[in-house]
């Protein structure tokens, strides 16, 4: 083995790695002072960096027995993640003052990349230890991202809620990845397909996968593993939050796509109406019908808006899973394509929300009225993200749902009824429901009159020029949805 | 009668049960913390036992692995207790977690 | 029923291990508690030497009953109340929650065992030759195939480094 080739395949991990350490270093030469400025700008460049070392990286390589794997897709999700957390660090840390965390601004950026770097890692292999390693690594970073906040006592129990939950969700995956090992031999994604299509499948394959399934659901919030999600979401610092809602959602879904459909094809089962046959795929109809219904009513009573992104959050989850359950490449493609624009719009919503509170000491839903008026460019932003994730046309939130949906009626024999009908009858009626939570926001925003005696929100520069990335994303996707959808297409052909 | 690896698998099994129930109902954190390294273990079991009888390796480096990065677990969450107590006083899970969702 | 020497061994060691762990989810002392749970790392790893796994077990007493069981323990005593002794009981419904608890269990417990008997290929006999972990075999693996995930572990460890470390000086700040 050359380690000089493993080098060359890892390089954007690498540049992460190095400037959280050097941050690390910062953190402890500064200490308690933390230059805020200096700390986003070493994260910024190290970001540009890794995702330099992405694009003009090798093509494509699948070293180690596919512990290591670049290809097309990889490299574009990789891509995504470095910008999302591109975004994050600057929409969240603005100026170094971190929240009610003063002076620790190094440690959590450290952290943040430590987190991302997890992701990165899971997102390019095919290695069920690495894939577990990696997750562990962003999890334990983002418990402590949480846990770091403000000592007002609630992100400390959010922080704990946050890790039961986490690990009983990784003894599960654990324990389903034994399964899954054991029924096959092998920890190699690749490899467990190859024998999987070879052999009769035997039912310990299918529990695995059904326990690995509660730990993936875990992480991407779905019903019944989400109850730390709005917790969270609510009391962590804004960074953390950002990410936990963007970078660390995507890279969810993509492992959870590409380990169901590439790994366990064979084992999929039906959920069609009438036509149920035991697999991983009535699991999953399950998991998104759950979600689906709970995240969208629950949404509807909530008064933070961080709580109430938080269920619709776990709402998208389920729209994300009525697509995958199809498991067919339209699927697949739908899935990673609505999962990059949630995790763009869920950002912009994140940020804005995270600047309100820096402003008001609060999100509850009175805390933005005003703020069409008194920071425009937050409150266009706000408003373009929400009705994207509402799915109004012609936002790419439209395009992307219109994909997940026909993805999942496509599935089953042509000209009969499509078996998941169902399923999508019910993501419109709760994609309806979701419409009127996000206009209650709205309506704060941009017709509530703004109180005399609290502290208005400003536009930061910074924040303003995310606002206008993320906001141009969402417009520019949805009118010429190709950009992401061709190289995505092109990168799926050498998988399927 | 030789033991196989269904027998491995009922005592991993049986362990992993016993360490969720403890999760789900034990009330003080530390305990709680105990019975996750149950389930931890009962999967590392597990895997050690398919290693046994599939007479492959990657098993065994796999739990090697779990073993390390459990051990980072337990550190941050134990910080976290530590942390949580040092504020409120108590390590009683429903003194410091409001159970809705 | 014709039980080999290593068969009883085996079933001596699943004992201690299964009685221990059901001690820890019964015994009410969180001390006692955490030490049963010692024990029951230590018949986990007599396992492991039972399948030829003898560096995991090593490594097993080393990490878990060395330094994961007695932190706990020490963790459960710095953070002991002098009013409360064991722990409070979960109030009105703690009959109904251990019944839901208990059918949870069992019902995954049931899953787990249907599917294993349902398995058939997997009733194969003890290999000829047991395989036995070399540490030298296993030595070579983490320098070659297993690369990633070693130097991956590591930077685990030093998140866990540094989040100790960070939280105990945000803790020496007087709270606001």
């Known amino acids: ?496 | ?101 | 029923m014709n039980l080999t020497a290593s068969g009883l061994l085996f079933f001596a060691f699943a004992v201690l291990t299964l009685g221990a762990g059901t001690a820890v989810a019964l015994v009410r002392e969180p001390v006692r508690a955490a030490l049963v749970g010692a024990l029951c790392f230590v018949g986990v790893g007599l396992l492991y030497l039972w399948l030829g796994a003898e560096f995991l077990g090593f490594i097993q007493w080393l990490v878990y009953v060395g330094a994961v069981a007695v932190l706990i323990v020490f963790v459960i005593l710095l953070t002991r109340r002098e009013d409360a002794g064991g722990e409070t009981e979960g109030g009105r419904f703690a009959g109904l929650r251990v019944l839901g608890g208990l059918g949870v269990a069992l019902a995954l417990f049931g899953a787990l065992a249907a599917a294993v008997l349902g398995s058939g290929s997997l009733y194969r006999e003890v290999p000829e030759e047991p395989m036995v972990l070399e540490i030298a075999a296993l030595g070579r693996e983490l320098v070659a195939g297993a690369v990633p995930p070693l130097i991956l572990v590591g930077v685990v460890l030093t998140v866990a480094l540094v989040g100790g470390v960070t939280l105990a000086l945000v803790e020496r700040k007087p709270d606001a």
């Open chain 1, 1 to 496: 083995m050359n380690y000089l080739e493993l080098i060359s395949h890892v390089l954007p991990e690498i540049a992460v790695l190095v400037t959280a350490l050097v941050l690390i270093g910062m953190g402890c030469a500064g200490g308690s002072r933390g230059g805020g400025k200096a700390v986003l700008a070493v994260t910024a460049a190290g970001l540009g960096l890794a995702l330099a070392a992405v694009v003009f990286g090798p093509e494509s390589g699948r070293l180690l027995e596919g512990m290591i794997v670049v290809d097309a897709l990889t490299r574009l999700f990789k891509a995504v993640l470095l910008a999302l957390t591109l975004g994050t660090a600057l929409f969240l840390f603005p100026g170094g003052e971190a929240g009610g965390n003063e002076g620790r601004g190094a440690e959590n950026s450290a952290l943040l990349l430590l987190a991302l770097l997890g992701l990165l890692v899971v997102v390019g292999t095919e290695n069920l230890l690495l894939l577990f390693v990696g997750l562990e690594l962003a999890s334990l970073a983002l418990y402590l991202m949480v846990v770091f906040a403000a000592p007002a006592g609630r992100p400390a129990e959010a922080a704990l809620r946050y890790f039961f939950f986490g690990s009983v969700a990784a003894a599960f995956l654990l324990f389903g990845f034994s399964f899954i090992y054991g029924a096959t031999g092998s920890i190699d994604l690749r490899v467990i397909a190859k024998v999987l299509a070879a052999h009769p499948v035997e039912p310990i394959l299918p529990l695995g996968v059904g326990l690995a399934l509660v730990g993936f659901g875990f992480k991407v919030a779905a019903v019944p593993f989400h109850l730390w999600a709005p917790d969270v979401y609510q009391s962590a610092p804004a960074p953390a939050a950002g990410f936990i809602a963007s970078a660390s959602k995507v890279a969810g879904f993509f492992i959870v796509a590409k380990v169901l459909v590439l790994g366990f094809g064979v084992v999929e089962g039906s959920a069609d109406w009438g036509a149920f046959a035991m697999g991983w795929a009535p699991l999953v109809a399950v998991l998104a019908a759950l979600s689906m219904v709970v995240g969208n009513l629950a949404a509807l009573a909530q008064q933070s808006v961080r709580r109430l992104l938080a269920y619709s959050g776990i709402g998208h989850s389920g729209f994300i899973l009525t697509a995958l359950v199809a498991a067919n490449a339209e699927a697949v493609r739908a899935v990673l394509f609505y999962s990059v624009i949630y995790g763009v719009a869920s950002l912009a919503a994140f940020g804005v929300a995270g600047c309100v509170l820096r402003a008001r000491g609060a999100d509850r839903l009175e805390d933005f009225a005003g703020l069409g008026r008194t920071a425009p460019a937050a409150a266009g932003v706000l408003a373009l993200a929400l009705l994207s994730l509402a799915g109004l046309p012609p936002l790419v939130g439209f395009f992307g749902k219109f994909q997940l949906f026909a993805a999942a009626l496509s599935g089953g024999t042509p000209g009969t009824v499509p078996g998941l009908l169902w399923l999508v009858a019910l993501a419109l009626l709760m994609s309806a429901v979701s419409l009127y939570y996000y206009l209650r926001v709205l309506k704060q925003v941009f017709f509530a009159p703004a109180p005399a005696d609290a502290a208005p929100t400003r536009d930061t520069s910074a924040g303003t020029a995310v606002c206008l990335v993320c906001g141009s994303v969402l417009v520019l996707l949805g009118l010429f949805p190709s950009l992401v959808l061709q190289p995505l297409q092109r990168a799926l052909v050498q998988l399927f």
């Open chain 2, 1 to 101: 009668m030789t033991i196989g690896i269904e027998h491995i698998l009922a005592v991993s099994g049986l362990l992993f049960v016993i360490g969720f129930f403890g999760v789900l109902l034990r009330r003080n954190t530390l305990v709680v913390f105990m019975s996750l390294e149950l389930m931890l273990n009962a999967a590392m079991l597990a895997l050690v036992g398919f290693s046994f009888f599939n007479a492959t390796m990657e098993g065994n480096v796999f739990v090697l692995f779990i073993i390390a990065v459990a051990a980072a677990e337990v550190a941050v969450g134990l910080a976290i207790i530590v942390a949580l107590f040092r504020r409120r006083h108590t390590v009683q899970l429903e003194e410091l977690v409001s159970l809705k969702g």
